[in-house]
């Protein structure tokens, strides 16, 4: 394959990747809806997750909101039980974020019914697909795994690796 057609390949593939996260938002799970979370809640209880502890400004960042929007969805998620507010004991000034046990669930409940919505998803497709989605899958995240080792510590692991 030539540089020419790869480009094409991977426009097709990112086109098709955008359409798929498309189909998915529309379809209206009502098991999903029943969580009353938004979107960006979900996201901030996912982030929120993997950094337990991170100020409030820094899930802003990485949310690409203003720290206003910001506090709003936290305090909602925070009237909700799902998040609790804290001081951050390095710098008493900075807002920290953690799950509550209650987050921990709802989180579960998402990751429980996005699992189960895939499998229902795969279990459609016949075994060549199958193999071949896995096959491709094994390269993604080989691939992530490459450009993440090559990144500098500390580096967005989203942005491109800079040459020394």
Do not use: Y
Request: proline letters at 6%; aromatic letters at 2%.
């Amino acid at each position: 394959m030539t540089p020419a057609d790869t480009d094409i390949v991977v426009a097709g593939v990112v086109g098709d990747l955008q359409h798929l996260r498309e189909l998915a938002a529309r379809s209206h799970v009502p098991e999903f809806l029943a969580l009353d979370v938004t979107m960006q809640q979900a996201k901030a209880i996912h982030l929120v997750q993997a950094a337990p502890g991170i100020r409030m400004s820094a899930l802003a960042a990485q949310l690409g909101v203003s720290l206003s929007t910001m506090s709003g969805n936290v305090e909602r998620l925070s009237e909700m039980g799902l998040v609790a507010r804290h001081e951050d004991p390095a710098d008493r000034r900075q807002v920290a974020v953690n799950l509550t046990k209650q987050g921990e669930t709802v989180l579960e409940r998402f990751q429980d019914l996005g699992a189960r919505m895939m499998g229902d998803l795969l279990s459609t497709l016949d075994a060549a697909e199958l193999l071949g989605l896995q096959r491709g899958l094994r390269g993604l995240i080989r691939a992530l795994e490459q450009h993440q080792a090559a990144a500098p510590p500390g580096a967005d692991p989203c942005s491109p690796p800079t040459d020394p």
